[in-house]
């Protein structure tokens, strides 16, 4: 099969002739339809973050159908359209028999990440790992769900629990950024934006953000105080994770308020614990998002709650220039690769 594989740190991928993975017991063999390109991506190419074990295929946000069925997973037909939930977890642990799949302590790896991935022709996951994709949802979106949907779900709903009238705002508009909105609207809070482009500014608006501030022209903590009658958010999502935006997020929050994490990177939190304790701050990480998560994610987008953007699309061959496009910044929305 045709893959893009990752040799080496900071080069660019090789299209390559590989080998299609083997079927072990209960997994499942799909052909890449669409695989969404994530930041994420870029941080492992640097050999920043995550790093898997050379030659890799990466791409975690992939969407296709059926091709064969390994032993013991006869619950799918081939011709299935699926969309995986990429935390391979052992289901045995005390994490996983308590829907918090995510802290799996007998961990596999993530599909794309840890585990060859979505940026080539077949890809292999546990049946378990699967779901049906409906059919009014196009492969170039539905790839969206199984990164940033399945990981707004889970900083929406399971992490922040968001409740009506609640002020939330999401820093980072982004592909889990412009979910993150649309999911916090649909529980019924107020969502206000921060994104460091005037592009950007306008993505979130159509998102349905009641507003976006602009980072680089504005103070976010001053003009959230201004959005909510001087009185702060009740929840920062915070998709950059960076010491600079974990310091807007601060700024930004009421006292006894919640900032959840999602954006990983090296930084660690500007906070003394005197003003945490002073101000009683919830201060929580969000990683991904489990099975639950996925079901959720893919209801939501099958009711138009979600819609992703899906702004640049490449096949496979082209994929480093996607690469390039999202290091430059030149990606409004999602990037995908498509297969057809
Ligand atoms: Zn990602
Ligand atoms: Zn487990």
């Known amino acids: 099969m045709k893959a893009a594989v990752m040799r080496e740190i900071n080069k660019p991928l090789s299209i390559e002739e590989v080998p299609e993975p083997e079927l072990q017991y209960g997994e499942v063999l799909v052909a890449t339809k669409a695989?969404?390109?994530?930041?994420?991506?870029?941080?492992?190419l640097e050999g920043t973050g995550y790093k898997p074990k050379l030659p890799h295929i990466l791409g975690h946000e992939p969407?296709?159908?059926?091709?064969?069925?390994?032993?013991?997973?006869?619950?799918?037909?081939?011709?299935?359209?699926?969309?995986?939930?990429?935390?391979?977890?052992c289901g045995e642990c005390f994490f996983c028999r308590t829907n918090r799949e995510?802290?799996?302590?007998?961990?596999?790896?993530?599909?794309?990440?840890?585990?060859?991935?979505?940026?080539?022709?077949?890809?292999?996951?546990p049946a378990k790992n699967l779901f049906l994709l409906p059919a009014k949802i196009g492969f170039k979106e539905g790839?969206?769900?199984?990164?940033?949907?399945?990981?707004s779900v889970h900083a929406v709903r399971r992490r922040a629990q968001v409740k009506a009238d609640e002020v939330v705002v999401v820093i980072g508009v982004g592909g889990v950024g412009q979910s993150t909105i649309q999911i916090a609207k649909h529980a019924g809070a107020r969502v206000f934006g921060v994104a460091r482009r005037q592009q950007r500014v306008e993505v979130g608006a159509k998102f349905g953000a009641d507003a976006v501030i602009n980072s680089s022209t504005q103070d976010v903590g001053e003009a959230v105080k201004e959005l909510t009658s001087g009185n702060g958010a009740d929840i920062v999502i915070d998709n950059v994770g960076s010491g600079d935006t974990l310091l807007q997020a601060l700024s930004a929050v009421h006292r006894g308020g919640r900032i959840v994490?999602?954006?990983e990177t090296d930084d660690t939190i500007?906070?003394?614990?005197?003003?945490?304790?002073?101000?009683?701050l919830d201060i929580?990480?969000?990683?991904?998002?489990?099975?639950?998560?996925?079901v959720e994610a893919i209801q939501l987008m099958e009711s138009g709650v979600?819609?992703?953007?899906?702004?640049?699309?490449?096949?496979?061959?082209?994929?480093?220039?996607?690469?390039?496009?999202?290091?430059?910044g030149k990606v409004m929305g999602r990037a995908v690769v498509t297969m057809d």
């Not at 159908?65 to 799918?76: E, I, T």
């Not at 500007?270 to 009683?280: D, G, I, Q, Y």
């Not at 929580?284 to 996925?294: N, V």
Request: charged share 20%.
């Open 63 to 89: 969407a296709g159908v059926v091709a064969k069925l390994g032993p013991g997973a006869a619950k799918f037909r081939v011709g299935d359209r699926v969309v995986p939930n990429i935390f391979f977890t």
């Open 306 to 328: 979600v819609t992703p953007f899906v702004s640049d699309f490449f096949p496979l061959e082209k994929i480093n220039d996607a690469l390039d496009a999202l290091r430059q």
């Open 284 to 294: 929580m990480g969000s990683r991904s998002g489990g099975r639950q998560d996925t």
């Open 35 to 44: 695989c969404g390109i994530c930041g994420t991506d870029l941080h492992i």
């Open 143 to 151: 790839s969206v769900i199984a990164d940033a949907v399945v990981t």
């Open 270 to 280: 500007p906070l003394s614990t005197f003003k945490l304790c002073v101000n009683e």
């Open 261 to 263: 994490v999602v954006g």
């Open 102 to 125: 995510t802290m799996c302590t007998n961990f596999k790896g993530a599909l794309g990440v840890g585990i060859n991935g979505g940026y080539a022709e077949y890809f292999k996951a």
